[in-house]
Nanobody, 131 residues
Framework: QVQLVESGGGSVQAGGSLRLSCAAS????????????MGWFRRAPEKGRERVAS????????SYADSVNGRFAISQDNAKNTLYLQMNRLKPEDTAMYYC????????????????????WGQGTQVTVSS
């Protein structure tokens, strides 16, 4: 089993920055030796869960949703088993609960786009951006 715990959420004004962290524990040694991805998703009030960013853990290849590309950066610290999301130039529409997730990928080098393909989830951390 894998446990994921997010932190770093909070309230910020538009244009500000936040860095989210996701600490992974449990059966994680295969993450960087096999075909695994980790990612960030978010759910805004009355909206579905959407992918924000993901990374193929073996080589660090990132992928971003168009809405955050150029503003957000996903990174990993394998020694700490921690995933990060640096969020810059935040907008009110970025307000959401942010979730960390992990998935096995059958397509090496490419991460799933759908949340239904991710197997492990954290509890989420709230990000609120005021105008």
């Amino acid at each position: 089993q894998v446990q994921l715990v997010e932190s770093g959420g909070g309230s910020v004004q538009a244009g500000g920055s936040l860095r989210l962290s996701c600490a992974a524990s449990g059966y994680t040694h295969r993450f960087t030796t096999g075909h695994y991805c980790m990612g960030w998703f978010r759910r805004a009030p009355e909206k579905g869960r959407e992918r924000v960013a993901s990374v193929y853990l073996s080589d660090g290849t990132p992928s971003y949703a168009d809405s955050v590309n150029g503003r957000f950066a996903i990174s990993q610290d394998n020694a700490k088993n921690t995933l990060y999301l640096q969020m810059n130039r935040l907008k009110p529409e970025d307000t959401a609960m942010y979730y960390c997730a992990a998935a096995f990928t059958a397509d090496p080098g490419f991460c799933p786009l759908s949340d239904s393909d991710f197997d492990y989830w954290g509890q989420g951390t709230q990000v609120t951006v005021s105008s």
